[in-house]
């Protein structure tokens, strides 16, 4: 399935908290090997977040009041937007229904569950 960046990273803390859960055992082994595929790609997305912050920022820090912040929004916003393929399929809702989750971290699952 094609995910924008953006997406993935928005759902790592779901991800990490669904991955706290009892579920079956066949549920939570799909569930690690999403988990593994999710990590490589936001390792990869974090060296291009920390690359942008040492081009833009002074002394591995960029804040608002930086020269290049404008710049740096531009191409985060642009890295955020980057579509990339993530081979996984989807969790039945089914397989999930004793795990108890807020509608927050639902909304931001939506591209990893399946009614």
């Given at each position: 399935?094609k995910?924008?960046?953006?997406?993935?990273?928005?759902s790592?803390?779901p991800?990490g908290?669904l991955?706290?859960?009892?579920?079956p055992?066949?549920?939570?082994f799909r569930?690690s090997?999403?988990?593994?595929?999710v990590q490589g790609?936001?390792e990869?997305?974090?060296e291009?977040?920390?690359?942008?912050?040492?081009?833009?920022g002074k002394?591995?820090e960029i804040?608002?009041e930086s020269?290049?912040?404008?710049?740096?929004?531009?191409?985060?916003?642009?890295?955020?937007?980057?579509?990339?393929?993530l081979?996984v399929?989807k969790?039945?809702?089914s397989?999930?229904?004793k795990?108890?989750?807020a509608?927050?971290?639902l909304?931001?699952?939506?591209?990893?569950?399946?009614?």
């Open positions: 399935m995910l924008t960046l953006g997406t993935i990273v928005g790592q803390e991800i908290k991955m706290t859960a009892t579920m055992i066949s549920t939570a569930l090997s999403i988990l593994k595929k790609v936001l990869t997305y974090d291009n977040r920390k690359t942008l912050i040492e081009k833009h002394n591995g804040t608002p020269k290049n912040f404008k710049k740096f929004v531009e191409e985060m916003n642009e890295l955020l937007g980057t579509e990339t393929k081979d399929e969790i039945d809702q397989s999930l229904s795990v108890e989750i509608p927050a971290d909304i931001a699952l939506e591209w990893l569950i399946k009614e």
